[in-house]
């Protein structure tokens, strides 16, 4: 790689060039002034000469040429370290006016990843970096251990105009008037002089001034005499412009700059400088190095010379260092060396000043003059890197250089800095990229806050530049920069800087810089006046939840101090505040389906439909306008709901507060869009261009609608939120579209503290929620969009004074209420219940009568009807109100329900009702409503049934009843009980007037009464109807009234009950249903005040007999009988009559026997256990027991008795008598017994063997589970014989 | 003394961040942890110059920054442990040892059925955890 095509090649060759001193006197400045232009900025243009060529030798005499050369023409006043203060104002201002030029910048958007990366160094290090830079590394110009910046030349200019222009040459280089360097000694005096007569063409002709140049030249010497012609230009317009372009590239402008020169002039100019550099100060310099290398050869070369100089050094060594240099003066052979290797860099010999540098650096180094030492360091570094020679050698001597100097103090900082920019552009230069961006860094630490924030922004262009681009870091050396310019009030650079540095921390979250980048950048852009920038920044902090209070506050206050000073009302797109979670959208509109309340909107919409299969029409179920367009009207529906004018949509959404602290919303609507049913054929065009525009015009589409909405084709509701600290609140928006067309839903807006108006579109979200994968089934990007169409009014209904919570087998009135609010009436009204076991139509005349009362047995029978209606109820549930129902415009109507809780549990329970409109058109044939009630069925009495056979008695049965009170709190009060079938007939039991001593309940009491079971054998058995017997259970309060429960409601709850009881019961044998009617004494239930009494029917249904055996019989006969036993021995006659109660056929046996009293006695007690197990962990001592103690006490009595003698009587005819019996018949089979003796006899010595024949085909379940055969004691007879008297 | 220690995770997104200063830094040592993940990139990105310590999850001293020494840590699962401490003289086998003690908990707390991989990590019990490992690292060192 060439040096000389790196930037720091070129660098060097434009800064470290000779000075040519400038000493004028005022009227030649005069004269240039008319130019616009100093005497040194009109030879500016010319200083450089870039195809030179000029040969040169070396002291080798070894030729070379140059290819670029440069003279810096420096006034004489300003040949002085420049004050430090005043350098670094003046810096400031190059850093100042490159901040006006950006600003332009600061309105465009935030660079991006890619754009950055893409950019080249020169994007990376623009313009004014560098100029920053050259400014910086020449303020440092002309310093005192430093030779390079000492004047080769002087340039003495007199104008023609002035007096003794002879004498004026003469004064002008008064050592008065030269710079401190010459005066202090610390630079040879006798340097190249030359005279230049400056000629004013405006003032006088060129003869006075070829006469005074002669004169010159016989005073000052042939050569070194110049006569210089300006200003020849006549007021000639077409020169102006050309004559200027020089000027111009150098960075002057104006009108009059060049004004007065022509081309001549400038031709002139070019002359004098071409032949001032090439045949005065290059062989000038030329010939002084040789000297200098003369006389360094015969002082320091060779060995002697090395030995001497360190002798002379070491002595030196005691000798404190003069801390202002002034030990080396320009005759001091360390001078002359430097100056030698200075000339010779100047003249890119750099092999020669190489050697001079290191010769130098160990001569300061023993003196231990470290700053001289440092710079000596310096510039061998340059030099190797002018020489490409080892690039290890040039990097230690730059690093060497840099820490000296910083170790020397104050005074050597900024010589660090300056030999930090060369170390850095040499690193740059080598594509070390990362080592100088550490450079810079160590350069910004050292240096005042505006000069370290140029250095870290090159830092960080450095590391962006290295492969791979370190971008955290360039991040962070921006961050860093930028809050240097902060501190150094460049706001301007400050916000270019952190600006770029954005685009690292947008990605991955790392939230608390991206903060505090976006809420800088706004805040500055405040400070800059640019309020509606900053505000879009601010906006990016907004949702900080996760700063802490006080970051959070000032970052609120600030937004909100910056949107009062924009001053008019402002509005964001997605802010941030409160947070939309649009996930959580959800659209309630009502098209043909119409619901009673918002929550009925969360059932599932498979559930409303199967429950309105049957009632809804198939053929209307599409039923809208778009019907007229059948090709079309299928996609169409997939892609639009359907909404009726004049009624509201509702949005429901999620607003989230992020913050601690509690903002204030207000003014939140929708924003939509109504388009008017004229343009219904074009509605896809519409919609998809209106999606393709969305992103692009945001703005303009909300404000329209806004103007929209005061068109009011439709209404918007507006709400106002409190939104606390961190919380979450759901609102619902509602917008009534007035007319028919399309409503678009577009998005949301919302005021934020009065002051912000923020936006926020559903369809762009949604579509990137689509991307990201299927959210939900139901997309409801597709319910934005919703066709209004004119519809059948809403008809709003409701049940009055549903409980929400009530005990099982509660049984009340209810009243359906619907109102209609139009002005059109309507008709066919159909309803359906999902739940007839719970909620059943009454009929119409029921909603007069009073409730209970109205269930009472009437007088008359007449209502047939009811178990008609039943029927159809059982299964669908259907219910249509009779054709004569309409329901006119502002009407309520009514109609009773009738309600049973027929379980425990939660039940919800949903109801349809299907209406139509009278006449009218409608894009709608029908409508439904849908009502929703949820309930919770408490426990309240269980009841069970025991029904077993009665022992003696042939088609009766005794039937125990148990209740369990289950509720907490409640008593209950028994009333009825009815048990259901025609041949049945239950009463109290004979032996004890009043079925139980109690008729109330309490809670959690068990209570268990015994009645009495009659089957009457008349009749068919019709099992459809519900009659049956009732017995009143509540004798003391005798006043009430029975209750009728063979009509509506009990008798249909009563069939919905056994329909679903009936799932639950596996078998079917002979079934019975019992009703148990009770009220509650005393209502804890809190819900409601609904009829004073609270009237419970519980239904126990399916209650089976339980018997052991399929044959049921009993020994009837005369039980009393004198008898003269001296004729002979009795002879009775008895009859056994057994009954086949199975369904199969039964063989039977039946076997007597003269019986040992062993057996009798065993098989009695068998008996007995058999009977108490029958009972089924029933332990309590029962009437049933107590009944057969009695007699058993008398038996066994009597048995003790008979056990002394021989067996007192003795069956007659055959021991074992065979017959088979179809099934339920009853057969009698005769028998007869012979008694000896008189006395009392239990005549239970018999069995019945019995076996249940397979009838073929008719296996069933039962007969299967149940024993195929059995055997049966015989039942205690008692027959007391007497002596006849 | 330890100043903050970070868990990045694989997207170089902060997966947790504790600080152990009392004064409010919080953002530079957002920065430095930040910065400090280039250069773990360019580390894990260049393996031939660390050469013969290629499966070595101890990634040394990251980079010194003015009064800070940040140390590296990666995880098989490319998850990175950040370790910035005032200590001017940490010996490699403590922070280590303090890099492996810190493994375990941070494994203990993503193995927390109810900790979503990639979010931040919010456990008590892993704070807890995590200040009693940086509370011995000072008193070994010291």
């Known amino acids: ?1285 | 003394m330890i100043v903050c220690v970070a868990v990045v995770g694989n997207q170089n997104n902060p997966v947790y961040l504790q600080s152990f200063t009392e004064a409010d830094d919080a953002l530079k040592l957002h920065h430095i942890v930040h910065c400090s993940l280039d250069v773990i990139d360019e580390r894990v990105n260049n393996p031939k110059r660390s050469g013969p310590t290629l499966n070595e999850t101890f990634l040394g001293l990251l980079y010194p920054t003015e009064n800070y020494k940040v140390y590296g840590y990666l995880t098989n699962t490319k998850v990175k442990f950040i370790m910035v401490t005032t200590d001017l003289d940490v010996k490699d086998a403590d922070v280590r040892n303090f890099f492996r003690r810190f493994h375990a908990a941070y494994v203990d707390a993503v193995s927390n059925p109810f900790h979503v991989p990639g979010k931040k990590i919010t456990s008590k019990s892993f704070a807890e955890r995590v200040s009693v490992i940086v509370k011995s690292f000072g008193s070994t060192a010291a």
């Not at chain 1, 170390?423 to 860094?441: C, D, I, N, P, T």
């Not at chain 1, 936006?759 to 990007?781: I, L, N, P, V």
């Not at chain 1, 019996?1221 to 239990?1242: C, D, H, Q, R």
Request: charged content about 20%.
């Open chain 1, 1 to 1285: 790689m060439d040096p000389l095509k790196t930037y720091l090649g070129r660098l060097v060759l434009e800064e470290l060039t000779p000075v040519v001193m400038v000493l004028t006197t005022p009227l030649v400045e005069d004269s240039c002034r008319k130019n616009g232009l100093g005497f040194v900025d009109m030879l500016l243009p010319f200083s450089v000469f870039k195809k030179f060529d000029v040969p040169v030798r070396t002291v080798n005499d070894q030729p070379y040429r140059l290819q670029m050369f440069k003279l810096r023409m420096v006034y004489a006043s300003d040949v002085r370290q420049p004050n430090y203060e005043a350098a670094k104002e003046h810096l400031k201002q190059v850093v100042h006016d490159s901040g006006e030029k950006a600003l332009s910048d600061l309105l465009s958007d935030p660079p991006q990843l890619e754009t950055v990366l893409s950019n080249s160094e020169s994007d990376l290090c623009p313009q004014w970096i560098q100029t920053f830079n050259k400014e910086l590394i020449r303020t440092l110009s002309f310093s005192e251990h430093e030779t390079f910046d000492h004047p080769v030349a002087c340039l003495l200019v007199v104008s023609s105009k002035d007096e003794q222009p002879i004498n004026k040459f003469v004064d002008i280089f008064n050592t008065n008037q030269l710079p401190s360097l010459l005066n202090d000694g610390l630079m040879d005096p006798k340097i190249l002089k030359h005279y230049v007569l400056l000629h004013d063409n405006q003032d006088s002709s060129p003869e006075k001034a070829t006469h005074i140049l002669a004169e010159m030249r016989n005073t000052f010497g042939p050569n070194d005499c110049k006569l210089l012609c300006i200003n020849s230009a006549t007021e000639d317009v077409n020169n102006k412009g050309f004559s200027s372009v020089p000027y111009k590239t150098h960075g002057f402008l104006g009108e009059d700059i060049a004004r007065c020169l022509n081309l001549e002039d400038l031709k002139s100019i070019k002359d004098f400088m071409q032949d001032l550099n090439s045949n005065h100060i290059i062989p000038f310099m030329e010939q002084k190095i040789r000297i200098l290398n003369q006389q360094v050869a015969t002082t320091r070369k060779g060995f002697r010379n090395q030995i001497k100089n360190l002798w002379w050094r070491k002595g030196k060594d005691d000798l404190p260092e003069d801390p202002s240099g002034s030990t080396y003066t320009f005759s001091s052979i360390e001078t002359q060396i430097r100056i030698l290797g200075d000339y010779a860099f100047i003249l890119q010999d750099y092999e020669l000043a190489l050697s001079n540098y290191r010769l130098l650096s160990t001569d300061y180094k023993l003196d231990k003059a470290w700053k001289r030492y440092a710079g000596v360091q310096e510039m061998s570094g340059l030099c190797y890197f002018m020489l490409d020679q080892s690039r290890k050698e040039a990097e230690y001597c730059m690093e060497n250089a840099f820490s000296t100097y910083l170790r020397v103090g104050s005074s050597g900082q900024r010589y660090a800095s300056r030999c930090g920019l060369w170390w850095a552009e040499m690193l740059k230069a080598r594509a070390q990229y990362r080592e100088a961006s550490g450079v810079y860094f160590r350069i910004s630490i050292e240096e005042p806050s505006l000069h370290a924030a140029v250095m870290l922004e090159q830092a960080a262009g450095c590391y962006l530049l290295s492969k791979p681009p370190l971008l955290r870091k360039y991040g962070f050396h921006l961050i860093l920069a930028g809050n240097r310019y902060y501190i150094s009030d460049q706001i301007k650079h400050a916000i270019r800087a952190y600006r770029n540095a954005l685009f690292v921390y947008s990605e991955n979250a790392w939230s608390y810089i991206n903060d505090h980048v976006h809420f800088n950048v706004g805040r500055w852009y405040g400070f800059l006046g640019m309020f509606d920038v900053a505000i879009n920044h601010m906006l990016e902090v907004l949702a900080c939840g996760h700063q802490s209070l006080a970051t959070q506050s000032t970052f609120l206050n600030d937004f909100f101090h910056f949107v009062q000073r924009l001053g008019k009302s402002f509005d964001v797109c997605k802010l941030q505040l409160p947070v939309i979670n649009l996930f959580s959208l959800k659209i309630v509109y009502e098209d043909h389906r119409t619901y009673a309340s918002t929550a009925d909107v969360d059932v599932t919409e498979s559930l409303w439909q199967a429950l309105e299969e049957e009632m809804v029409p198939v053929s209307t179920v599409r039923a809208n306008w778009l019907d007229s367009q059948p090709k079309s009207s299928s996609r169409k529906d997939d892609d639009f709901s359907i909404c009726v004018a004049g009624e509201a949509v509702k949005v429901e959404v999620e607003l989230k507060n992020p913050l601690q602290i509690s903002i204030s919303v207000s003014s939140i609507s929708l924003i939509c869009e109504l388009s008017a049913s004229s343009e219904a054929s074009t509605i896809d065009r519409s919609v998809s261009s209106a999606e393709v525009q969305e992103d692009t015009n945001l703005m303009k589409t909300s404000f329209c609608s806004d103007q929209k909405g005061e068109n009011s084709s439709f209404t918007l509701s507006k709400i106002d939120v409190e939104l606390g600290g961190g919380e979450t609140k759901r609102v619902q928006l509602e917008v009534t579209p007035k007319v028919e067309g399309v409503l678009k839903l577009v998005g949301l807006r919302w005021t934020l503290s009065d002051s912000v108006v923020g936006y926020q579109h559903f369809e762009t979200d949604a579509k990137k929620k689509h991307k990201k994968g299927k959210r939900s089934k139901h997309s409801w990007k597709s319910s934005l969009n919703l066709i209004v169409i004119k519809g059948i009014p809403k008809l709003e209904g409701r049940v009055d004074g549903f409980p929400t919570k009530t005990f099982a087998g509660d049984l009340r009135l209810l009243m359906l209420s619907l109102r209609n609010h139009s002005e059109y009436s309507l008709k066919n009204i159909r309803m359906k219940v999902s739940h007839p076991r719970f909620l059943i139509p009454a009929n119409s005349a029921d909603i007069h009568e009073d409730f209970p009362q109205c269930l009472e047995k009437q007088r008359q029978m007449e209502n047939k009807d009811a178990s008609g209606n039943a029927k159809n109820l059982s299964r669908s549930a259907f219910f249509s109100f009779p054709n004569d129902v309409t329901i006119r415009g502002g009407e309520t109507f009514s109609w009773p329900l009738w309600f049973h809780s027929g379980s425990s549990g939660n039940i919800s329970l949903y109801m349809s009702i299907y209406y139509e409109m009278e006449g009218g058109s409608s894009d709608m044939t029908y409508r439904t409503l849908r009502m929703n009630y949820n309930l919770e069925v408490l426990p309240s009495l269980d009841i069970s049934f025991l029904i077993s056979p009665w022992p003696s008695r042939l088609q009766e049965y005794f039937v125990r009843m148990d209740v369990v009170n289950r509720t907490i709190s409640e008593t209950f009060l028994l009333h009825q009980l009815s048990c259901v079938g025609n041949q049945l007939v239950i009463s109290a039991l004979p032996s004890c007037n009043s079925i139980c001593s109690m008729q109330e309940i309490f809670a959690g009491q068990t209570l268990s009464c015994f009645f009495k079971l009659k089957v009457l054998m008349t009749g068919e058995k019709n099992e459809e109807s519900v009659q049956g017997s009732d017995m009143l259970l509540s004798s003391a309060i005798s006043n009430d009234m029975l209750l009728d429960v063979s009509r509506s409601p009990l008798s249909d709850f009563h069939y919905q009950e056994r329909y679903h009881q009936g799932k639950l019961v596996k078998g079917y044998q002979s079934l019975l249903d019992f009703i148990m009617i009770s009220k509650m004494v005393s209502s804890n239930l809190d819900s409601e005040e609904g009829p004073n009494q609270l009237l419970l029917s519980n239904h126990a249904c399916h209650c089976s007999i339980s018997r052991t055996s399929p044959i049921w019989w009993l020994m009837d006969g005369p039980r009393t009988i004198y008898h003269e036993f001296s004729s002979s021995f009795c002879e009775i006659d008895l009859q056994l009559t057994i009954h086949n109660c199975s369904n199969s056929l039964v063989s039977i046996r039946v076997a007597t026997f003269d019986s040992m009293l062993e057996t009798t006695q065993s098989s009695d007690a068998v008996h007995l256990s058999d009977n108490s197990n029958d009972q089924g962990g029933w332990y309590d001592v029962s009437l049933t027991n107590d009944i057969k103690l009695i007699s058993n006490v008398q038996g066994s009595r009597s048995q003790k008795r008979l056990s002394e003698s021989t067996p007192p009587f003795v069956w007659s005819a055959l021991s074992s008598t065979q017959l088979a019996m179809e099934p339920a018949s009853t057969a009698k089979l005769p028998l007869k017994i012979f008694v000896f003796s008189p006395g009392t006899y239990n005549l239970s010595n018999y069995e019945l063997h019995w076996k249940i024949q397979p009838q073929g085909e008719g296996i069933t379940d039962e007969v299967k589970n149940k024993s195929s055969s059995g055997l049966g004691q015989g039942h205690p007879f008692y027959l007391t014989v007497l002596q006849a008297p």
